[in-house]
T-cell receptor
Framework: GAVVSQHPSRVICKSGTSVKIECRSLDFQATTMFWYRQFPKQSLMLMATSNEGSKATYEQGVEKDKFLINHASLTLSTLTVTSAHPEDSSFYIC?????????????FGDGTRLSIL | KQEVTQIPAALSVPEGENLVLNCSFTDSAIYNLQWFRQDPGKGLTSLLLIQSSQREQTSGRLNASLDKSSGRSTLYIAASQPGDSATYLCAVRPVGYTGGGNKLTFGTGTQLKVEL
């Protein structure tokens, strides 16, 4: 089945650091990638949608200058949390889909646990 | 605004029991509904996807039903096993979303524990 690789799986860093998370589709063209955030015992909240070669579309309340998304190729999207603070600590999950092929399910990465000290 | 609710929030059953997880959504204008499994600290694994025109889907011991008009879906797990312990999430894809790809609205999840 389709595989999405997310890296790193865990990050612990000091407040003020910028952190980059990568999301790669390994065996299909990910024309669209989604970035989610999940707090403990809560569901996934969509942060932004990125289409390859275009600017990301952010959900209401998500700061685009705080969470920089790049989707420059059909296999890679990155999320950069700039100047991270403790309140940014969370579980971040990406998903990918080939939206050119009609009704395809999203395939999810294994997530990144971000802890800001 | 679509809201997706899952009941119960947590469930503990002995091994071998058949069980039902519930998912309800407020806006019936959906394209499809999907059930996922999430293990602790991990991403999501898709279990079943039901198109809006379908009533149910089956995969092994899992059976998902959809009643779009009443805004409900159930996930039935037969002969539960300890390996089924995980959080189960349902998600709906709205009709008419033009943002690219298939945007999903997730439920709050049911945390299942199957005990020996």
């Amino acid at each position: 089945g389709a595989v999405v690789s997310q890296h790193p799986s865990r990050v612990i860093c000091k407040s003020g650091t910028s952190v980059k998370i990568e999301c790669r589709s390994l065996d299909f063209q990910a024309t669209t990638m989604f970035w989610y955030r999940q707090f403990p015992k809560q569901s996934l909240m969509l942060m932004a949608t990125s289409n390859e070669g275009s600017k990301a579309t952010y959900e209401q309340g998500v700061e685009k200058d705080k969470f920089l998304i790049n989707h420059a190729s059909l296999t890679l999207s990155t999320l950069t949390v700039t100047s991270a603070h403790p309140e940014d600590s969370s579980f971040y999950i990406c998903s990918a889909v080939n939206s050119r092929q009609g009704n395809q399910p999203q395939h999810f990465g294994d997530g990144t646990r971000l802890s800001i000290l | 605004k679509q809201e997706v609710t899952q009941i119960p929030a947590a469930l503990s059953v002995p091994e071998g029991e058949n069980l039902v997880l519930n998912c309800s959504f407020t806006d019936s204008a959906i394209y499809n509904l999907q059930w996922f499994r999430q293990d602790p600290g991990k991403g999501l694994t898709s279990l079943l996807l039901i198109q809006s025109s379908q009533r149910e889907q089956t995969s092994g011991r899992l059976n998902a039903s959809l009643d779009k008009s009443s805004g409900r879906s159930t996930l039935y797990i037969a002969a539960s096993q300890p390996g089924d312990s995980a959080t189960y999430l349902c998600a709906v894809r709205p009709v008419g979303y033009t943002g690219g790809g298939n945007k999903l609205t997730f439920g709050t999840g049911t945390q299942l524990k199957v005990e020996l």
